[in-house]
Nanobody
Framework: QVQLVESGGGLVQAGGSLRLSCAAS????????MAWFRQGPGKEREFVAG????????YYADSVLGRFTISRDNAKNTVSLQMNTLKPEDTAVYYC????????????????WGQGTQVTVSS
């Protein structure tokens, strides 16, 4: 069974950068598509970025395209989200999620979730 733990959240000024990391346990990690979701105040959870099991394909929400970059290191069992040019609208709890079907699509079957890490962007 894969378990996920996020880290790297915090408080940052608008225009700044932050890097989130997700540590995974489980020997099947490399078979999972991975993604980051977020849930802001008063908002529904939304897809942010995803990456396929081989790390060759990535997917981004329009709202973060060009600012955020998702990556994974299967040898280290980690997935990261580099967030640049942060905006107050990026304030949310960010969750790492795993798709056992392996693709990392926005519509993937995400059945493994981390506890979340808070990102707060001040104006």
């Amino acid at each position: 069974q894969v378990q996920l733990v996020e880290s790297g959240g915090g408080l940052v000024q608008a225009g700044g950068s932050l890097r989130l990391s997700c540590a995974a346990s489980g020997r099947t990690f490399s078979s999972y598509g991975m993604a980051w979701f977020r849930q802001g105040p008063g908002k529904e959870r939304e897809f942010v970025a995803g990456i396929g099991w081989i790390g060759g394909r990535t997917y981004y929400a329009d709202s973060v395209l060009g600012r955020f970059t998702i990556s994974r290191d299967n040898a280290k069992n980690t997935v990261s989200l580099q967030m640049n040019t942060l905006k107050p609208e990026d304030t949310a709890v960010y969750y790492c999620a795993g798709d056992h079907l392996g693709m990392g699509y926005p519509s993937g079957s995400y059945d493994v979730w981390g506890q979340g890490t808070q990102v707060t962007v001040s104006s």
